[in-house]
């Protein structure tokens, strides 16, 4: 089935520092791919997505490339900000058809803690 | 304002009990999701319904119920066969099932089971 595998955090950066977070996919077909973000307590939150391969999705001063050569969806920003402290995944949604159709499917999560 | 509401932000209840968990949307939005959040893993999803009176099982069904009578409620029901309720719950909507519509999340409910 799909799946998608994040690197392990907790990532701790100062600010400005450069933030990449490792995402990879394992998927039927042709995945839409996404990035969300959660602050504490709070629900999840849109932060950028791609559809097709070599599709760059970017907000907020991040970016994410679909690679359909490496199934990979890193998530990059070049300074991070105290603001961005929270918790990031990567997710997927499939396109073959069958029972996993329109499923969003996540990865574990990474925590950035970005200090002053 | 669009957007997804869920209800209470907090709920304790004891071992043994039913709770209801409520999720509301106006976003007009057809499918509507429920998600579990342990911490240090990703959302797992427990049921999941493309349209009125339409719901189908997720990856942990198991231990939960659900209803979608209206087009903007999907409540979900923790009954007393969930082994480890205790966790983050996240309701989600969709404009469509099918198609590359993003998933919008509620602020989500934290149930502790006492």
């Known amino acids: 089935g799909d799946s998608v595998t994040q690197m392990e955090g907790p990532v701790t950066l100062s600010e400005e520092a450069f933030l990449t977070i490792n995402c990879t996919y394992t998927a039927t077909g042709y995945p839409s791919l996404f990035w969300y973000v959660q602050y504490p307590g709070e629900g999840l939150q849109l932060l950028l997505k791609a559809t097709k391969a070599d599709d760059k999705g970017s907000n907020k001063g991040f970016e994410a490339t679909y690679r359909k050569e490496t199934t990979s969806f890193h998530l990059e920003k070049g300074s991070v900000q105290v603001s961005d402290s929270a918790v990031y995944f990567c997710?997927?949604?499939?396109?073959?058809?069958?029972?996993?159709?329109?499923?969003?499917?996540f990865g574990q999560g990474t925590i950035l803690t970005v200090h002053p | 304002d669009g957007g997804i509401t869920q209800s209470p932000k907090y709920l304790f209840r004891k071992e043994g009990q039913n709770v209801t968990l409520s999720c509301e949307q106006n976003l007009n939005h057809d499918a509507m999701y429920w998600y579990r959040q342990d911490p240090g893993q990703g959302l797992r999803l427990i049921y999941y319904?493309?349209?009125?009176?339409?719901?189908q099982k997720g990856d942990i069904a198991e231990g939960y119920s659900v209803s979608r009578e209206k087009k903007e409620s999907f409540p979900l029901t923790v009954t007393s066969a969930q082994k480890n309720p205790t966790a983050f719950y996240l309701c989600?909507?969709?404009?469509?099932?099918?198609?590359?519509?993003?998933?919008?999340f509620g602020p989500g409910t934290r149930l502790t089971v006492l």
């Open positions: 989600a909507s969709k404009k469509s099932f099918q198609g590359q519509h993003e998933q919008f």
């Open positions: 319904s493309q349209i009125v009176n339409d719901f």
């Open positions: 997710a997927l949604t499939s396109n073959a058809g069958g029972t996993s159709y329109g499923k969003l499917t």
